[in-house]
């Protein structure tokens, strides 16, 4: 009798296991597989969200938009223009943007600014300010004016682009 009931115990302590082990697998298979990451190394393949994000300027107004994914981003307003080319460094207004499936425009709202951005040739971002009125503002791609340039007399160049001798444990592989 004594060895019936440990059986049953012992029998019934498996099926719990079992079972356990079958709900776990079930919330495994659950969840959603993670969204499909796009590695690009032109821009052309980057697709839509890479094309309606960076900066914008145009008159005393300028934007930086902020690619968040699934077509989500945050447009930041500068009064006077881009940083390094006119912002104050305190005036700012943050809107939304959104970009719906298979569009090619983003819709602007928020802190009183709407509009929208149009992806093509010249990506524009047409809005209308509360306090200013409607603005154009064009994309733009800056480049640095030091770019490709001699470094200063008496500069330490850690990585010229061909020897890691001045760094420390510094190796260079091929691509």
């Keep these: 009798m004594k060895s019936n009931v440990a059986l049953g115990f012992v029998l019934a302590a498996a099926l719990v296991a079992v079972l356990e ?34 900066e914008y300027e145009g008159g005393k107004l300028a934007a930086q938009v902020f690619a968040l994914g699934d077509g ?3 447009v930041y307003f500068l009064v006077g ?21 298979g569009k090619t425009s983003a819709t602007i709202k ?16 047409q809005g209308e300010s509360e306090k200013d009125g409607n603005f154009t503002l064009t994309r733009v791609v800056r480049k640095s004016p030091t ?17 890691c001798q001045r760094m420390e444990r510094g190796q260079q592989t091929r691509w």
């Design 21 to 54: 082990s079958s709900a776990q697998q079930d919330k495994k298979t659950d969840k959603k597989p993670a969204p499909k990451k796009t590695v690009a190394t032109d821009p052309k393949d980057a697709g839509i969200d890479f094309q309606v994000q960076g």
């Design 72 to 74: 989500k981003f945050d």
């Design 81 to 101: 223009g881009l940083p390094g080319a006119g912002w104050d460094g305190k005036s700012r207004m943050k809107a939304s943007a959104l970009l719906e499936a």
């Design 110 to 125: 928020g802190a009183g600014l709407t509009g929208t951005i149009a992806v093509g040739e010249k990506s524009i971002l």
């Design 147 to 163: 770019l490709g340039a001699k470094p200063p007399e008496g500069a330490k160049v850690l990585f010229d682009g061909t020897q």
